[in-house]
C-alpha cells in the first residue's frame, strides 16, 4: 500500500466529514507494547488493534495512533477479510472516534462499520485507475 496515496484518501476523508487534520501520528508497535499500553492507560487486560491518544480541538484533528499489525492480521483471519482492508479499517478507526463516534453499543459499532466502509471504498476507488 502506496502511503501518500493512504494520505492523500484519509485527508480527503477527514475533509469530507468537515473536520481538518493538524497532526495525526500513526505508530506501529508489537502487540506485547499495546497490551501493556492497554493496561496502562485504560486499564483493559485484552489485546487490541488501535489505541488512540486525541489532543483534537474543534474541528482540527490532532492524535497519536498506536497501531498492532499483529491485532489486524488475527482480524483478517477472523473475518475472512483482507489483511490491507483490516489496516484501511483500522486507519479510519482512529480518527473517527476523534471526530466523535463511538462504538461501544452494538447501534455505535454498526454505524462506526459504515464509516469505516465508506473509507475503504473511497481508497479503492480514488485509486482504481479502472473505475
Known amino acids: 500500500m502506496e502511503s501518500t496515496r493512504l494520505i492523500a484518501t484519509l485527508h480527503d476523508f477527514i475533509l469530507e466529514k468537515g473536520f481538518q487534520h493538524k497532526r495525526l501520528q500513526f505508530n506501529f508497535v508489537s502487540k506485547e ?8 492507560y485504560l486499564n483493559h487486560d485484552t489485546h487490541t488493534d488501535i489505541i488512540t491518544f486525541d ?7 490532532e492524535a ?12 483478517a ?3 475472512g477479510e483482507s489483511v490491507e482492508n483490516e489496516l484501511l479499517r483500522v486507519i479510519s478507526h482512529g480518527p473517527l472516534h476523534c471526530m466523535g463516534w463511538e462504538d461501544k453499543t452494538k447501534k455505535e459499532k454498526d454505524k ?3 464509516e469505516e466502509n465508506a473509507f475503504i471504498n473511497m481508497f479503492h476507488v480514488k485509486h482504481n485507475p479502472h473505475v
Open 33 to 40: 507494547t499495546l497490551l501493556e499500553m492497554n493496561q496502562t
Open 55 to 61: 489532543y483534537s480541538t474543534g474541528n482540527r484533528l
Open 64 to 75: 497519536e495512533f498506536y497501531i498492532s499489525l499483529w491485532a489486524i492480521q488475527e482480524s
Open 77 to 79: 483471519k477472523e473475518t
Open 112 to 114: 462506526m462499520r459504515l
